[in-house]
């Protein structure tokens, strides 16, 4: 399924893109969900689509929290992250497979540690189709069905009406912006400072494919192309210091020859890491993000008409 939630009209109630969204992003995690279980051996991407969907799901969920049912959410939020943490671990050691084959590094210590991650990989498996079990005898589906019809809107005060699309959107996205440009303004040498900037971004990415019918569609494509620009360059840094730290975590009490293997491509890993990572910092602060996201800004200041409102970002992590 797509990354958009189309045929949605900015002027109907913030209810009909909930029970839309709500119900488009699970169904779509159940899709993924048997894919990978079942047939990732034919096809990496499944697990990868997986991952996906899952973060999208639940970023819809956080969205519409004040309109879902509490209990119903609240069960549907932990599936969400059993079916995230195993394609995480699976889609992590795809990825560590194929980066490894573009290290610089000795043939034959490139294969001993391709040797580990396909073992790693295969130990990987199970759990997912574990969870798909589980889920399938939980009636994943039907649950989904039953949480999207009890969705509505939900007075959070004396004669609160329900706000448009257009209204929420402009409520809701510039929380997103606030926290992706304030997590700009720390340490991007910190590691730590540039994940929290990474999430930040990640969110608004997700936060703009369910209100986008509600932005200028050249704003909108301008923006997210950028949010997408960003997203792989701070993914190549993760991706490298994940797979840094994964390769350390391995154990140390093997052969000679699997040790120096390890070490290289540790070695190898952190060096990708620290490279990209200063290359980033060196072209990108605050005032990039800020000149980047002022499309959006200035698409968003159209003050609403409807004081009812979702709660922030932050009010609902």
Known sequence: MGKWIDHVDPTEPVSRLATRALSLRLHDVWLHLRLAAEEAQWDQNHVHRLRVATRRASAALRLFKPLAPH?????????????????????????????????????????????????????????????????????????VDKLVSRTRWRSTGKCAAEPTVAQSARQRLPSFINDMVAAARADLKALDSLHAFRIAGKRLRYALEIFGAAIEPDVRKVAYRRLVELQDRLGAVNDSHTAAMRIEQWPNSGPGAQQSAFLAAHAAFVADRDRDQRLFVESFDSQTALDWIAPLVAALACPAENTASIPRADEVA
């Open 71 to 143: 209990r119903r959410r609240r069960q549907m939020r932990i599936w969400l992250r059993q079916a995230r943490q195993a394609a995480g671990d699976a889609r992590d050691l795809d990825v560590l497979s194929g980066s490894v084959r573009k290290l610089p590094i000795d043939l034959a210590a490139a294969q001993i540690v391709l040797a580990e991650i396909e073992e790693r990989r295969r130990r990987a498996q199970p759990p997912m189709q574990a969870v798909y079990s589980h889920l399938r005898a939980k009636n994943f589906e039907r649950k």
